[in-house]
């Protein structure tokens, strides 16, 4: 299924949207460009203040002036600040059709508290940043619902949490809706790292801790554990969750959990202002904040905490870090990761317009991989993606470049590679996942691919750009 995030019926950018994601764009500027583009704007100004005052952000004094604002934040914050509120903004004005629009503003209202008291433990992590991408990961959700308006309705209940959500997606679409949401936000002009951390809010992997965009991912997805609190038929099974990535891949002490839960549920009430103005009926509201209040009861907190010690420990991510070679590469298949998949592909595209040869990426991968897994065991997963990864890697030549970036996905940088050959490189590709899935006897897959060719005139381009257009390649 493809997505056209260009559709002429989704929102647009704004005239202030475009001029504040230039401002982004442009590096450096001054405060004052920032506050006559806001104060120009009818109504961008306060909206920015009453976002930055609401206790989603929970500020010591309430600020009044978005000049001053600006000096104490920053100017590229305020900015970036400034811009998510004019995409929420228009995207809740062009309203929903199958998903229930007071409880998805609601929940992106949670999302951002939540985010904000995740990310005050950790005082190297930008919260405003966390704020942003967590409050905007599901905006791919509006894009789906406003395109193919019969798909959420038929297939998601309101006791769902979002893993389940993104898995359903993923098994029909190919992708979920964070990936959507980068790249709207990518259209719009976002900061990359915010627009990166949105892509991997559902990434069931703990994050490297030198990537920030990995880490606000992290925290956007632990928010929207947080915010199915609210709604979740199976709220045991979400603070068990929570329990287990923060006691163990964030590396808290079980009180420090406790404690932000029960700051989550405090700061509940404080929202009603905010979703006054978002015109959330009182009924929805108060129902949210019961089924929040009972979820997250002290004992219910305390039973939690017991059941997820009783699960296996992860890898320690701090201990593969020490490691260049196992931060780079993927310890199943034996390919590069994700991680190291951006660095190489850049020193590509510089050598590409030194030489003055073209270079392709091709992406495979396997739409309903989650059902694969599902119906074997560990083991017989291991050796699919082994096989997978080695009839790839034996048909790719010496200098081309094999990663694996997340579950069954696979990218390989061809340099030198023309367009013309592109097809056929590409079926090459997806008849070896298909000969893999044979030898394994796996049922046949379903298999998405996507392509994109950089001529050496366009080779100036950054890795993250190329990496974007390739993921549009699936998406249009």
């Not at 099974?237 to 163990?248: G, T």
């Not at 199943?332 to 040869?357: F, K, M, P, V, W």
């Not at 990218?411 to 590679?417: G, K, L, Q």
Request: hydrophobic share 40%.
């Amino acid at each position: 299924m493809a997505f056209d995030i260009n559709d002429s019926t989704l929102p647009a950018p704004t005239p202030a949207s475009l001029l504040l994601a230039d401002l982004l764009r442009s590096g450096e500027f001054e405060v004052q460009q920032l506050t006559q583009i806001l104060e120009g704007t009818p109504g961008l100004a306060e909206d920015t203040l009453n976002f930055v005052n609401s206790p989603i952000f929970q500020p010591r004094r309430p600020h009044s002036d978005v000049h001053r604002l600006a000096v104490l934040l920053g100017a590229r914050t305020v900015a970036a600040l400034s811009l998510a509120a004019t995409i929420a903004q228009s995207y809740a004005k062009a309203g929903t059709q199958g998903l229930d629009q007071h409880h998805f503003w609601l929940r992106v209202m949670l999302c951002a508290t939540a985010a904000r008291l995740l990310s005050e433990l950790d005082k190297s992590l930008p919260a405003e940043e966390a704020i942003i991408a967590a409050s905007l990961q599901d905006i791919g959700m509006l894009v789906i619902d406003h395109l193919l308006p019969a798909f959420y309705p038929a297939n998601t209940d309101q006791g769902d949490d979002h893993n389940a959500v993104a898995t359903r997606e993923r098994n029909e679409f190919g992708i979920d809706h964070s990936a959507l949401s980068q790249s709207i936000l990518e259209k719009w002009g976002l900061p990359e790292a915010i627009c990166n951390a949105t892509g991997l809010s559902h990434l069931n992997e703990a994050p490297l801790r030198n990537n920030l965009a990995e880490q606000l991912g992290f925290i956007a997805r632990l928010a929207s554990l947080a915010a199915d609190l609210a709604f979740s038929s199976d709220p045991d099974a979400i603070l068990q969750r929570l329990h287990y990535h923060c006691l163990n891949e964030l590396e808290w002490h079980s009180g420090q959990l406790t404690m932000q839960l029960h700051l989550f549920r405090s700061a509940y009430n404080e929202l009603r202002p905010l979703a006054n103005r978002m015109k959330i009926p009182a009924a929805v509201f108060q129902k949210a904040g019961q089924h929040l209040r009972e979820a997250l009861q002290p004992r219910r907190i305390e039973n939690a905490l017991k059941a997820s010690d009783e699960l296996p420990k992860p890898d320690k991510h701090k201990a593969r870090d020490v490691s260049e070679v196992s931060e780079s590469i993927d310890p199943i298949t034996g390919l590069y990761n994700r991680h190291a998949l951006t660095s190489l592909l850049q020193n590509e595209l510089n050598r590409c317009e030194y030489d003055q040869q073209a270079l392709s990426v091709f992406l495979v991968g396997i739409s309903h991989y989650s059902v694969i897994r599902e119906c074997i065991s560990e083991e017989d997963n291991v050796a699919f993606l082994q096989a997978i990864a080695q009839r790839v890697d034996r048909h790719c030549r010496r200098d081309d470049i094999v990663a694996r970036i997340t579950d069954a996905d696979f990218v390989v940088v061809c340099p030198s590679a023309e367009a013309e050959a592109c097809p056929a490189i590409c079926q090459r590709f997806i008849s070896q996942i298909e000969s893999a899935a044979a030898d394994t006897e796996n049922a046949s897959p379903d298999i998405y691919s996507g392509y994109v060719c950089v001529p050496y005139e366009r080779s100036q381009r950054s890795a993250s750009v190329v990496l974007s257009e390739l993921k549009q390649s699936l998406l249009s």
